[in-house]
């Protein structure tokens, strides 16, 4: 014999209401303790999951490493000055990034492309080539326009990230949860500076050559499956030293400061040079400018 | 209790029913079944090994399993194309149809996702993607509108086709409260998640080729005509294989709107081609890569042409109501339809979009032999899906397969 | 170089009068070796010069032989020198000190120590001069916002011949079909 309906009806509402209440009483564990985005934990979890993140890369490299979890300092934005009359493309800014920046060399990732363009055509980036390999450098009629990510005060990027794994730190540099990427890649296509590399295998640091002084969102060693790009040094930068591009350039074309610093280097270029930015009509408000020092 | 023996005898029922075929069937689930279990193999290697194994590198990051999402999102809207006569018209030729139209919407959802999931580098970490535990980056990124439009639309369709479909299968009216309302907002849902889509891409300034905003409305056009395409096809085949009537005033309907959403399609073509070619700035490289070549670099120019070639072929057809009624040439129409819109809105239009890349460097990107399995593979997933869906569909809505009440008991 | 202070010292010279070197005393010496540098607030700390192993001090040799101002082409020492500097207008005393070899002299006969030849370079590059002094021109390292040091103009130009020679580059980046382990499936 069949209950009759009102019954049934009631004990369908309490059911779906206890299993309701349990979902969402998980869902919201799950969240609290489970896997978060960098970008929005809590400190002491953040402290715990760089710890974490140092215990794992010790046991995978069979070294110890620090990684920092430095943030942002007030008053400070970075920005980055080169210097398209001295540079001669001669790449050290190249391999010292991926040196410093534990970059995978086999799938080979590099963050910084040189492009060679013709003196009499200007900067002109379609007819410019990444290739180049001559004896020397710099080559006759030519001259060389380093590409990197260019900080964006209004980055493309960060607007088309599904899930918020990139988003731009207070001091100006624009970071990536690797932790939290899912390698869609649309961000890739949103950069218009090429800036920004993907991880299409498992990355390869050969033995030994592990840069051990890491930060959680810069050169920490990055899995396969999601996008990385260069992050100003942060780890370096935000211990008060110049990027590792800056340092190695042994013709001195590369500048990095605080712009909100009006002692700083790039103040200076800003106001007594003259500064040009790459596809600005794209209104993507780069921090790194590009001058003529001669 | 009874609820729940109708429930397992339509899924034993259904069972029965996709177990059962003449030759043809077989054959047909058979290939569908080899294909997808060499795309699970190759999606394996694709796992183990990274993407890597694609043809797609930092300069041309989405290749063949964008483009056929793309494709397929169109093929999804299209069933708009039987809606809007069927519900709003109340023209009943196409009102007998309009269900097939939504299965096939929502095997192409399926699809899309499946392409979606294939092509992210961390399938592991798509929960990301669904709030509350990750964090879907609404309004801002269009991909995550594209994520809950497909989805809400894939659920609409399913829930009308399932619904009807069960209501039928024990020989009741389906429920117009909850159907009416669903199908009215799969229209405007059905343009949605295409004009999502376009948006995801022509919101890109870094890429020109996308940049325009003719974007979306183009791929209204090529979906509007490309959906229907198979559509009239597997009628076509229903037709021949079961006792489904289907009245020929329909499919010439279909076939005509068919035609005006082609023309839309070129003339919205003929308009970018004109501002490209006109204004002549540095943004016309990337429709000159397609159409002319740059240079040496001629690898996509064949697929150019033959995709205007079959458009144009295909709006022909249909467009003259004589060759609309010829069965030949309408069939042919119909295959040019999909295949000059799956070049142009598939690989014609992420490529050409991505090369040269934004240093201006041309890297030749043709799909490699893995890539190609997965993505069949993902292809057989949706029809055999769809294939399924048919085969318990057709005997419901011919009355075949109805529910058999037990003898009540007291 | 800490250990030329007394040379400087005992070989100095009130270099104003333009009298022949007394053998000046330490107070003299001192006040113009002052007068060869900057204020403290203008110099700016640079590592030591890059000299060629043991050729300073000059006046380790140059205070024994005589002066000869006149403009010739050398055939022993410094003959290696190749002069490739606005030479057609210049030669080595417009920068070397005659009568000191220790030290530079500016264009009006000022002298300069060699820690501060940017002094010297500066008056011709005046705006290489600013630029350097406010860090951007030239290489630095050291914090953004906090110590940073300078290189000599010397340490990257050689001021005999001061365009940078080219070098080898690093080599060029993989092209993207390569990039990967072994090749794909093609």
Redesign the interface.
């Known amino acids: 014999m069949r209950a009759p309906r009102h019954e049934i009806g009631q004990d369908l509402t309490r059911r779906k209401f206890v299993s309701v209440a349990a979902a969402g009483a998980a869902g919201y564990l799950l969240t609290a303790c489970g896997p978060r985005r960098l970008h929005e934990v809590p400190p002491d979890q953040l402290r715990e999951a760089i710890e974490k993140m140092e215990r794992d890369y010790a046991e995978r490299f069979g070294t110890a490493v620090s990684v920092s979890g430095t943030g942002p300092a007030p008053g400070v934005e970075f920005a980055y000055a080169l210097d398209i009359s001295r540079c001669i493309g001669c790449r050290r800014c190249v391999y010292a990034c991926v040196e410093e920046n534990n970059q995978s060399r086999d799938p080979q990732v590099h963050w910084i492309r040189v492009l060679s363009m013709e003196k009499e055509g200007g900067v002109h980036l379609s007819e410019s080539d990444p290739y180049y390999d001559p004896e020397l450098v710099p080559e006759e009629g030519k001259f060389y326009v380093p590409v990197q990510c260019q900080q964006c005060r209004n980055p493309p990027c960060t607007k088309v990230c599904p899930v918020g794994a990139t988003w731009t730190e207070p001091d100006g540099i624009v970071v990536i949860d690797y932790d939290w990427c899912i390698g869609c890649r649309y961000c890739m296509a949103a950069c218009p500076y090429g800036a920004r590399h993907f991880n299409w295998q498992e990355p390869t640091i050969p033995d030994g050559e592990l840069n051990t002084e890491m930060h959680y969102l810069g050169n920490r060693p990055r899995p396969a499956g999601v996008v990385e790009k260069c992050t100003f040094c942060i780890q370096r930068s935000r211990e008060d030293r110049y990027p590792a591009c800056v340092e190695v350039c042994p013709v001195g074309a590369r500048k990095f400061g605080n712009l909100l610093d009006p002692e700083s280097e790039i103040r200076y270029i800003l106001e007594n040079k003259r500064v040009l930015i790459l596809k600005e009509e794209l209104n993507t408000m780069p921090k790194f400018f590009y001058f003529y020092g001669t | 209790m009874e609820t729940l023996r109708m429930f397992i005898g339509f899924y034993a029922g259904s069972l029965r029913l996709v177990s059962r075929g003449n030759r043809y069937y077989w054959a047909w689930i058979t290939f569908l079944a080899v294909l997808i279990v060499s795309g699970a193999l190759a999606y394996h290697e694709q796992v183990t090994v990274g993407l890597s194994v694609t043809a797609m590198r930092d300069q041309v990051s989405w290749g063949l399993y964008i483009g056929n999402f793309t494709f397929l999102v169109g093929v999804a809207a299209a069933a708009v194309v039987l809606v809007i006569p069927a519900y709003i018209y109340d023209w009943k030729p196409i009102r007998e149809i309009v269900i097939y139209g939504e299965l096939l919407a929502v095997s192409a959802i399926i699809m899309c996702l499946l392409f979606v999931t294939v092509d992210i580098g961390r399938p592991d970490r798509f929960w990301h993607l669904l709030p509350p535990l990750g964090h879907l980056n609404f309004p801002e990124s269009l991909l995550a509108w594209d994520v809950l439009v497909l989805n809400i639309y894939g659920v609409i369709n399913f829930v009308v086709v399932t619904h009807i479909l069960y209501r039928a299968f024990h020989g009741k009216p389906y429920n117009k409260n909850i159907v009416v309302p669903l199908v009215l907002l799969s229209i405007p849902m059905a343009v949605g998640i295409h004009t999502v889509t376009a948006f995801l891409f022509n919101g890109l300034a870094a890429r020109p080729y996308w940049n325009s905003s003719i974007l979306a409305p183009q791929f209204l056009a090529s979906a509007f005509c490309s959906g229907p395409a198979i559509l009239l096809l597997v009628l076509q085949l229903l037709r021949r294989f079961t006792h489904f009537e289907i009245r020929n005033e329909a499919i010439w309907k279909i076939a005509e709107l068919m035609a005006y959403a082609m023309f839309l399609n070129l003339f919205l073509h003929g308009a970018e081609v004109f501002k490209e070619f006109y204004s002549d700035t540095e943004h016309l490289l990337y429709a000159r890569y397609w159409f002319l070549g740059l240079g040496e670099e001629r690898t996509l120019v064949p697929f150019a042409w033959t995709a205007v070639g079959l458009n144009v072929l295909a709006f022909g057809l249909l467009v003259v109501p004589a060759t609309r009624r010829n069965w030949v040439t309408l069939n042919i129409g119909c295959l040019a339809t999909y295949f000059g819109v799956y070049i142009e809105k598939g690989m014609g239009l992420i490529i050409p979009g991505l090369t040269p890349d934004a240093l201006g460097e041309i890297y030749r990107y043709l799909f490699t032999a893995t890539e190609f399995r997965i993505a069949t593979g993902v292809f057989s997933i949706g029809f055999l899906v769809f294939t399924l869906m048919l085969k318990v569909a057709v005997p419901i809505t011919l009355g075949e397969f109805r529910h058999k009440p037990a003898r009540t008991t007291s | 170089m800490h250990k030329a202070w007394p040379f400087l010292l005992s070989a100095f010279l009130p270099l104003a009068c333009g009298d022949p070197p007394p053998a000046g005393g330490p107070g003299e010496g001192e006040a113009a070796f002052l007068q060869a540098s900057e204020s403290a607030e203008e110099r700016v700390e640079v590592p030591p010069p890059p000299f060629s192993p043991g050729i300073y001090p000059c006046s380790a040799c140059h205070s024994l032989l005589p002066t000869n101002p006149n403009r010739r082409e050398f055939t022993g020492f410094h003959a290696d020198i190749v002069l490739s500097h606005d030479e057609e207008n210049r030669w080595c005393l417009d920068c070397h000190d005659a009568e000191n070899r220790d030290l530079l002299h500016l264009a009006n006969g000022a002298p300069v120590v060699f820690e501060e030849s940017y002094r010297l370079c500066g008056q011709c590059h005046g705006e290489k001069l600013r630029?350097w002094r406010?860090?951007?021109?030239?290489?630095?390292?050291?914090?953004?916002?906090?110590h940073k040091t300078y290189l000599l103009c010397a340490h990257?130009h050689n001021p005999h011949e001061p365009r940078?020679q080219?070098?080898?580059?690093?080599?060029?980046?993989?092209?993207?079909?390569e990039?990967?382990?072994g090749g794909?499936?093609?």
Request: charged content about 20%; glycine content about 14%; some cysteine.
């Open positions: 630029d406010a860090g951007v021109h030239g290489r630095r390292s050291g914090a953004w916002n906090g990257c940078f080219p070098m080898e580059p690093e080599p060029s980046p993989i092209s993207p079909a990039t990967v382990r794909q499936g093609r």
